[in-house]
């Protein structure tokens, strides 16, 4: 069986909380990025030019509808190949390439609802002031699309910090990494569940963060 | 009473359809400058359409909109330009709830009108205080009546400087006791002379504040008139039958 789960804690625990600082480093970026990446596709989404919003259909549908871990082999082995030019990335780079546009695909939907929730008399007042459509849709539209989906995007960055999780296998160093790193040292089952811990224990707090967040907006409103 | 009779909207076999419904079958009619109209109708006989049409926000099917003399239909013309010309109150007020009161009247005049903030402010708190929400100029609009938040509303649309208002409904959604300082509101508005469409349930407020009164019905204006003539001596059977069950 080997040494226990807290010696090998105490041994190690440096390795763990580098792991996880890639893990909140990766999520942020995928979600910080993937959020800005997502309004504009959430605006052709609601394109009413049939193209631009066929478009932007596909490339949610393809995002959500197929596994992260594909998403990122073709992002790691194929893009590179494809398109030399992008040489430029590190490898660690391309797979967060991937992970952003993966999480862009499901911050879309999520601002579209945001987006869809604001009463339509907001957009017609703005309007019917003389406000051009991109005024209208940054001032008075997308503030209050962020308020309303604010803990969905909260839920999506809790989401997206169990899907880094597969970025170890491109040997990126995240939590999911510290196990390929101490399994070298002969130590087999205790990093996986030290690294479920404390992904659970993030988790488990973010949420709890959210809820406080939904009870304060439902609070102002 | 109007003597020069400048016109400012002009609206020629105006039709719109939602799907196979028609709800307005071709109306033509003048509004000129300086004038007070009242629309009067029955619900879902396209008095609201037709006024949402003036300034496109619903896209006619069929027909032309001139707003001073600029064709808004075809497309080809600067519908926000036009759009800051024509104010318009809506029936549910759709005030801006993320911006402050005065944001909600300074906002489109800087961005659109690249007004200074000083100036903005200044022209907006004057607004203000001619409506009685000064000392609510730093709330956020949920703090404030129904009443309060239109008479917003009016100001808000008044901050463009237009050149005529289009009043939608606009005491239909309000408590009984707000109903009154609106329509003041609306009434000093007609005083000063600006041109004002208004649709309304309000019989007594349109037979008061009038120069002249539509009955919308079935998609037309199936008669227009004075306010005297078309309360008092209403000719068409539709409008008779109309204001029996109203007045």
Known sequence: MGPGLIEVWMLYYPIFLKGLVGTLKYAAIAVFFGTLLGCFIAILHLSKNKIINAIAVVYVNVLRGTPLLVQMYIAYFFLPMAFPVMNALSKEQYVILS????????VSEIIRGGITSVDKGQTEAARSLGMSSKNCMMQIIMPQAVKNILPSLANEYIAMIKETSLAGTFMCYELMYTRTLLANKFLMWQPLFIIAGIYLVVTLVLSFF???????????D | MINEKEVIIEVVDLKKNFGDLEVLKGINEKIYKGEVVSIIGASGGGKSTFLRCLNMLEVPTGGHVYFEGNELVDGTTDLDAHRQKIGMVFQHFNVFPHLTVLRNITITPMLEKGMSKEEAEKEAMDLLKMVGLEDKANEYPRKLSGGQKQRLAIVRALAMHPDVM????????????MVKGVLEVIKDLTDTGMTCVIVTHEMGFAKTVSDRVLFIDDGLVMEEGTPEELFDHPQNPRTQEFLSKVL
Do not use: C, G
Request: proline fraction near 6%; aromatic fraction near 6%.
């Open chain 1, 99 to 106: 992970l952003i546009l993966n999480s862009s695909a499901y």
């Open chain 1, 210 to 220: 959210v809820k406080l967040l939904e009870k304060r907006l439902a609070a102002s």
């Open chain 2, 166 to 177: 289009l009043f939608d409904e606009p005491t239909s959604a309000l408590d009984p006791e």
